[in-house]
């Protein structure tokens, strides 16, 4: 493949394997990193405004979060794909399928943007938005979905560029963004330097413009023909041939997120029965959770470039070897994450609420899901690889009998009895996570995703 004097992006065919994984996670994770923290700082702003604008732009956020899950799937089909045409050295066959990926992302966020803008404050209303969380939702939800094509864009050309191997330029902008969008949120959320106060419409518009701003800037290097992947205006008409391998490869994976998205509402629920401390708890739990799976989500990810790059090569069995030591990486980070957890819960409990119930049942939470936390790290990865290969249906299986089928009828079971309570639904979720790591071992070791036909 064609370069020029610095072209970011890594060959994962040849040279060592460890040096490689780790070139490629820890920009990853920083990314993530990253994004978090925007966050994090968006709903601090936010919550100044009070109760009921940090309810709307939360209820809000579940709702875009849901169509992220469509578009990440979409993406893991753009890595995959190009992954694989770039380690088998055909740059045309890469560029072609990232064009593709965009013309793909493009009509379906025209169509999900009208029918959202639409849509808006009956889906706060289904999610129990009072009238005032709805109202300022709606505005908030209307200006988000203007911006849609640019949001979702982002996973499409992150995921595009993973498969190129390239993990810098993606971090380099989505720091960027993130810098540029705290400074439009602080300016039109309270009105600064000369700006008009917008509140809640003011964190949408600053977050919709930021990513306007982002996306600019990746189709300037994505058309600009200085990075390993280049997008022509003449690929993106549309080829029904590649768009339809693209949907065939990343709806199963979408399906499979949206399981897991709407499996946690379902346990907010069951939670919910316990009471707010439980719910709290819950809250501080999942994005402790969150935040200590990043580095494994980013190894996951290795893992699928690594995969796709090498199965593109012909080298199945370093393939494997790669996916191996991805999931030996992230079990060891994950092992390191449960010792924590063990030792420092209530400390870090205390961090986000020191009420006494809040600091038991989450204390509790942690410990229990702590156990789970290497046997998610095999799965987690396992199935990144074998989706990495082009092969979405076995995960998405997965997720569908071993959450829906095994975990919520668990979960529902322990927490009816009185000896577990809320703690059942940890329980079922640490039980979950050892059946998901020997599905997905077992599936990987028989081998079918080495010799999966892409066509």
């Not at 560029?161 to 810098?179: E, F, H, Q």
């Not at 600009?224 to 709806?251: Q, Y």
């Not at 990486?329 to 006494?356: C, E, H, K, Q, W």
Request: hydrophobic share 55%; glycine share 10%.
């Amino acid at each position: 493949m064609a370069e020029g004097p610095y072209t970011p992006g890594q060959d994962l065919t040849t040279g060592p394997l460890p040096a490689a994984i780790w070139k490629l996670s820890v920009p990853m994770i920083a990314g993530n990193l990253i994004r978090t923290t925007f966050e994090l700082v968006d709903m601090a702003f936010v919550g100044r405004l009070g109760k009921s604008a940090l309810a709307a732009v939360g209820m809000s956020a579940l709702i875009l979060m849901l169509l992220n899950t469509v578009f990440m799937g979409i993406a893991t089909a753009a890595t995959a794909l190009v992954a694989r045409a770039v380690g088998a050295g055909d740059s045309d066959r890469a560029n072609h399928v990232a064009a593709q990926s965009i013309t793909l992302t493009l009509a379906l966020s025209i169509l999900l943007s009208i029918a959202g803008f639409w849509l808006a404050p009956l889906l706060l209303e289904l999610l129990g938005a009072k009238q005032d969380v709805v109202l300022l939702g709606t505005g908030y939800m209307h200006l988000r979905f203007m911006g849609l094509f640019a949001m979702l864009s982002l996973f499409i050309g992150a995921g595009i560029l993973r498969g190129a191997g390239d993990v810098i330029t993606p971090l380099i902008v989505s720091a960027v963004g993130a810098v540029l969008n705290i400074f439009l949120d602080a300016a039109l959320i309270f009105g600064l330097w000369g700006l008009p106060r917008l509140e809640v419409n003011g964190a949408a518009l600053a977050t919709v413009l930021s990513q306007v701003a982002v996306f600019a800037i990746g189709m300037k290097l994505l058309t600009g023909g200085h990075l390993r992947v280049r997008v022509a205006a003449a690929e993106m008409k549309p080829d029904p041939a590649t768009i339809g391998l693209l949907v065939r490869i990343g709806i199963p994976n979408s399906v499979g997120m949206s399981l897991r998205f709407l499996m946690n509402l379902v346990l907010t629920r069951i939670v919910a029965k316990f009471g707010t401390g439980a719910v709290a708890a819950f809250t501080i739990g999942g994005r402790l959770q969150s935040l200590g799976f990043m580095p494994t989500f980013a190894v996951a990810q290795t893992a699928a470039t690594l995969v796709g790059q090498n199965l593109g090569a012909k080298k199945e069995d370093r393939a494997q070897r790669g996916a191996l030591l991805c999931t030996a990486a992230a079990v060891a980070i994950m092992f390191t994450a449960s010792v924590l957890g063990f030792a420092f819960a209530p400390y870090v409990v205390r961090l986000f609420n020191s009420d006494p119930e809040v600091l038991s049942i989450g204390s509790t939470m942690i410990r229990i899901a702590a156990i789970g936390y290497p046997f998610a790290a095999i799965s987690i990865v396992l199935n990144r690889s074998i989706s990495g290969a082009g092969d979405t249906v076995p995960p998405m299986i997965f997720n569908l009998l071993i959450l829906w089928v095994l975990q919520v009828p668990l979960a529902v079971w322990l927490a009816g009895m009185e000896r577990f309570g809320v703690t059942g639904v940890w329980w079922a979720g640490a039980a979950t996570s050892i059946v998901s790591a020997a599905a997905a071992t077992t599936y990987f070791f028989l081998g079918r995703w080495k010799r999966l036909k892409i066509h």
